[in-house]
């Protein structure tokens, strides 16, 4: 079974800073999708970064950039140029795929606040 | 584009009542997934749908069942409610539900058991 781990419950950073969250996984599979999900108070899931497995360059999507470093089986999430609105949880997620049945295996998260 | 919509988005019931919850994916898209996060456990899967089809479910007892009809929105229904069943019931959509797709999320509905 796949397993994702999120090691910091909570992060505190100045507006303007960047941040590093911390997503490390573990699978058997060869073929696997990693994402990021930011979910604000309001309770909804926003997509925010995808990484293949086969994708030779590390993804990035604005501000958001994400070091994957697949030997040591970690997908970091970078945020740029922090935002009073970064302020959220963050997942880190992986898609799950047997004999065509999906899902995906989240993190536990981590609560990022962005002091102003 | 529209994006995954779910009705209603809070709901409060008392034990022993059961729930419908309606999730209507983006456009175009197959695959219907349902999640259940509560603080103490997580996001954790609930099941996936796919034409009709339920492809695969997660390990939770057979008072959480779910359909999908054939214009791809689908329904999750939750019998003989206990207090524990008090979570936030987040849908997700993809086109088909490949390993290298994404999965796009509705705004959740927050259920409240008494």
């Known amino acids: 079974a796949q397993k994702i781990t999120q090691t910091q419950p909570g992060m505190f950073v100045q507006e303007k800073e960047a941040v590093t969250l911390d997503c490390t996984y573990d699978t058997s599979d060869p073929s696997y999708g990693l994402f990021w999900y930011k979910q604000p108070s309001s309770g909804e899931m926003i997509f925010l970064i995808y990484?293949?497995?086969?994708?030779?360059q590390n993804a990035t999507e604005g501000r958001y950039s994400l070091n994957f470093q697949k030997a040591r089986k970690s997908a970091n999430l970078v945020i740029s140029a922090s935002q009073l609105g970064d302020s959220a949880m963050y997942f880190c997620?992986?898609?799950?795929?047997?004999?065509?049945?999906?899902?995906?295996?989240f993190g536990q998260g981590t609560r990022l606040t962005i002091n102003p | 584009k529209a994006g995954v919509t779910q009705t209603p988005r809070y709901l409060i019931k008392t034990r022993g009542q059961q729930v419908t919850l309606s999730c209507s994916p983006i456009s175009g898209h197959r695959s219907v997934s349902w999640y259940q996060q509560t603080p103490g456990q997580g996001l954790q899967f609930l099941f996936e749908?796919?034409?009709?089809?339920?492809?695969n479910k997660g390990n939770f007892p057979g008072r959480f069942s779910g359909r999908q009809f054939s214009n791809s929105r689908s329904e999750m229904n939750v019998s003989t409610l206990e207090l524990g069943d008090s979570a936030l019931y987040l849908c997700?959509?993809?086109?088909?539900?490949?390993?290298?797709?994404?999965?796009?999320f509705g705004p959740g509905t927050r259920l409240l058991v008494l």
């Open positions: 990484q293949g497995s086969y994708d030779q």
């Open positions: 997620a992986m898609r799950e795929v047997i004999q065509g049945a999906q899902k995906l295996v």
């Open positions: 997700a959509s993809s086109l088909s539900g490949t390993q290298q797709e994404t999965q796009y």
């Open positions: 749908y796919f034409s009709e089809t339920q492809r």
